[in-house]
């Protein structure tokens, strides 16, 4: 067996009983699977990139938890649940859950068991190729120019769409089954600033991502998918990043450059999805105040008679009434306070409703 080439690998999560034990050491000595084990979810997460594989899970009562864990992942898993015996109800749960195979109290040996086993790594196997396809269409369509012709564009869109729909219509991959509408791929015109942040992490890409609404112009660069600096006006780093999640009809530019040319001028503490988290959430709170924004034109001043001993201010109201005081154009309010913008706006309104801060030229 010591020549015998590995048919696929598959990862046990969990701690295996004595005949769980038993059964994943005579599927390794035999020698067609490269067999591998973590104590938990988090442990593969934290190890596992966004590939799709095979996960072998036993009856246990941690089963419930796991599985729902890695369906919150989003990640893509094909599911195989080993028992010693099976209630219909446990059987009905496996069934909900989309699990692609059930072995009940198998011999590790025989062919039926090799065969379910090969028929999952085979079905990761053939996800990952279509996602390795899809990385590489997606991986030129970000590097074509804005001369390209819109219909090349188009085309290419419109067959992203259709590999992607594939990949996610799968009843036993994990995380985007079920999803409704359209699929939505970032591109050269993305549909969103998250969908071009995330697509430019995924492909690991070193350059600059451009953006443009209107007059409006904010500049992203990145060394292997990370960003490492932002502008947007005279806004910069994150406050600049999550500026520009609030404009609209977004238009991208990326322009691959050498990672020697990319300085690393900004810091960004969090990861980039959880970045596209909060600027998705600040973006859904300026849509509740739109209405209410002042002209970046306005200028605004203290009223001093409303301060009394029963005004209250909190924290970030503080910042914004100083830098009314200091500035007094709302433009300067926004652009130099190190607020987010979002957080500014909902200051100043909150600030002039209650009489504190009142207009006092256009």
């Given at each position: ?5 590995s ?5 046990f999560?969990?701690?295996?009983s004595p005949?769980?034990?038993q059964f994943?050491?005579s599927?390794?000595?035999?020698g ?10 988090e442990?593969?997460?934290?190890k596992?990139?966004?590939r ?7 009856h246990s ?7 729902a864990?890695l369906?919150a992942?989003g990640?893509k898993?094909?599911l195989l ?8 109800e446990?059987?009905?749960?496996a069934?909900?859950?989309?699990i ?7 011999d590790?040996?025989s062919?039926h068991t090799?065969?379910?086993?090969r028929k ?14 899809l990385?590489s269409?997606?991986?030129s369509l970000?590097g074509?120019?804005g001369?390209t012709a ?8 419109k067959?992203?769409?259709?590999v992607?729909?594939?990949l996610?219509s ?7 089954a079920g999803?409704?509408g359209?699929?939505?791929?970032p591109?050269?015109?993305s549909?969103s600033f998250a969908?071009a942040?995330?697509t430019?992490?995924?492909?690991g890409?070193?350059?600059?991502l ?6 409006l ?7 292997q998918g990370?960003?490492?600096s932002?502008?947007?006006?005279e ?7 999550f ?14 450059q050498?990672a020697?040319?990319?300085r690393?001028?900004d810091?960004f503490?969090?990861?980039t999805?959880q970045?596209?988290?909060e600027?998705e959430?600040?973006?859904?709170r300026?849509?509740?105040?739109r ?5 970046l034109s ?8 409303s ?7 909190g ?13 007094g ?5 926004i652009d ?6 979002v957080?500014l ?18």
């Amino acid at each position: 067996m010591e020549n015998q080439l590995s048919s696929g690998r598959f990862t046990f999560i969990g701690t295996a009983s004595p005949w769980m034990r038993q059964f994943l050491d005579s599927v390794a000595k035999a020698g067609p699977f490269d067999v591998h084990e973590e104590p938990g979810v988090e442990a593969l997460l934290a190890k596992s990139k966004n590939r799709a594989e095979v996960i072998v899970l036993e009856h246990s009562s941690h089963l419930k938890p796991m599985v729902a864990a890695l369906r919150a992942s989003g990640r893509k898993f094909v599911l195989l649940l080993i028992a010693q015996s099976l209630t219909k109800e446990e059987a009905l749960f496996a069934s909900e859950q989309r699990i692609h195979g059930l072995l009940e109290k198998p011999d590790p040996l025989s062919p039926h068991t090799l065969e379910q086993i090969r028929k999952a790594i085979a079905q990761s196997e053939s996800a990952a190729h279509s996602e390795a396809l899809l990385f590489s269409l997606k991986s030129s369509l970000l590097g074509l120019s804005g001369d390209t012709a819109e219909h090349s564009i188009e085309e290419i869109r419109k067959g992203l769409l259709k590999v992607e729909k594939a990949l996610t219509s799968n009843e036993f991959l994990g995380g985007a089954a079920g999803l409704a509408g359209e699929t939505k791929l970032p591109f050269y015109k993305s549909q969103s600033f998250a969908d071009a942040l995330l697509t430019i992490e995924d492909l690991g890409r070193t350059g600059t991502l451009q953006v443009k609404s209107g007059a409006l112009i904010g500049k992203v660069e990145f060394l292997q998918g990370r960003p490492t600096s932002a502008t947007a006006g005279e806004a910069r780093a994150l406050k600049a990043l999550f500026r520009i999640f609030l404009w609209e009809s977004p238009e991208f530019t990326f322009s691959h450059q050498e990672a020697a040319a990319i300085r690393v001028r900004d810091a960004f503490e969090f990861s980039t999805s959880q970045m596209c988290r909060e600027g998705e959430t600040l973006c859904a709170r300026f849509e509740t105040i739109r209405a209410q924004i002042p002209p970046l034109s306005v200028r605004l001043q203290l009223d001093p008679a409303s301060l009394t001993t029963q005004t209250k201010l909190g924290k970030d109201e503080f910042s914004t009434l100083a830098s009314v005081v200091e500035l007094g154009k709302v433009a300067e309010v926004i652009d130099y306070n190190p607020l987010h913008d979002v957080v500014l706006y909902e200051c100043l309104i909150g600030l002039r409703r209650n009489g504190v801060i009142r207009v006092t030229a256009a």
